[in-house]
């Protein structure tokens, strides 16, 4: 089994320009997934977001996660849970309006400290965009003008801690699927792991790393790559000892973008292939979505061809 990519960003500036481009391609195609290292973004902050994080868990979450568990009698379970996460979260949107002066029990340090993560990670994710452009041999800018919609993308954080779990081959930490959006963003735990994706039938471990991200691709650029980029099915994994930080940030298309293969990658594919991917709002899939998260992502795909084509 290949390992899991891991990327230094840094090597984009210099003679392995070429050699970085085709491993973020290849990434891409082959796995949906990678890690970055030297991403800009300084060690020292990130060692702050991940302070903040774990002592806003500490104190404002844990009590509130044990209480759920044991309302839900979750504690010995007997027969495996399928229709629950075993994880303690809370949400900040950032675009198109910022809501995290609303979110209760953040201290202030922790509310600036999260919005200056979020212009960061934005900058991140345009940045990584437009070298999926160039990959794609498409103008740059193409992706983020095809996220923006009329007010620009939607841009959110998902805080998640997963708590040690006494059984855990009965729950997921989160169940398998495929992120709806564009691209994620995950900060997650430098020690506790517990994140696979599944490759070729199997479940591979994405390994814990210091002061990196661990990028995905949602199912919205699956569709404007016309396929040559995958999403692909992952989840966390419980664990009995240590509690698992995830921080995972969406850079979305705007809720009324309209979604299509970029023409310039339908233009020369055979005619079986053209009509594979829907044209839709970004909306109109997440209300889908919704509905269907847990499941695989062609039914999604196929609704939506059925609902443009009625």
């Known amino acids: ?40 973004i300084p060690h020292d902050f990130l ?50 309006q910022s809501n995290v002066a609303e979110i209760p029990d953040l201290t202030d340090e922790y509310r600036n400290v999260m919005k200056e993560f979020a212009v960061k ?18 103008e740059k800018g193409y992706l983020k003008k095809a996220f923006n919609g009329s007010k620009g993308p939607t841009f959110g954080t998902k805080v998640s801690n997963y708590p040690p779990c006494p ?20 900060f997650q735990d430098p020690i506790v792991g517990g994140l696979q994706i599944l490759k070729n039938g199997e479940w591979v471990d994405v390994p814990p790393m210091r002061h990196s991200f661990v990028i995905n691709l949602g199912d919205q650029l699956e569709v404007i790559s016309n396929g040559r980029y995958r999403s692909v099915e992952h989840r966390v994994m419980t664990q009995t000892q240590g509690s698992r930080m995830s921080i995972a940030s969406f850079y ?11 023409p310039a990658l339908v233009e020369n594919e055979a005619e079986e292939k053209k009509e594979w991917y829907p044209k839709f709002v970004f909306e109109d899939y997440m209300k889908l979505y919704a509905g269907m998260k847990f499941q695989a992502k062609e039914p999604r795909f196929e609704a939506m061809k059925a609902t443009a084509t009625a």
């Open 1 to 40: 089994m290949a390992t899991f990519p891991v990327i230094n960003l840094e090597k984009l500036n210099g003679a392995e320009r070429s050699t970085t481009m085709d491993k973020i391609n290849d990434a891409c195609e082959n796995w949906g997934f990678f890690q970055v290292l030297n991403h800009g």
């Open 47 to 96: 060692d702050t977001v991940e302070r903040l994080t774990k002592e806003h868990y500490k104190k404002c979450m844990e009590q509130r996660f044990k209480e759920l568990v044991a309302s839900k009698a979750l504690e010995g379970l007997q027969a495996e849970v399928t229709d629950m996460d075993w994880e303690s979260t809370f949400y900040i949107r950032h675009l198109p």
């Open 121 to 138: 990670l934005e900058n991140l994710a345009e940045e990584l965009l437009d070298l999926f452009c160039e990959n794609l041999g498409l």
């Open 167 to 186: 059984t855990p081959d009965k729950i997921k930490g989160l169940r398998a699927h495929t992120d709806a959006g564009g691209i994620i963003l995950l």
């Open 252 to 262: 979305n298309p705007g809720s009324d973008a309209i979604i299509y293969p970029a």
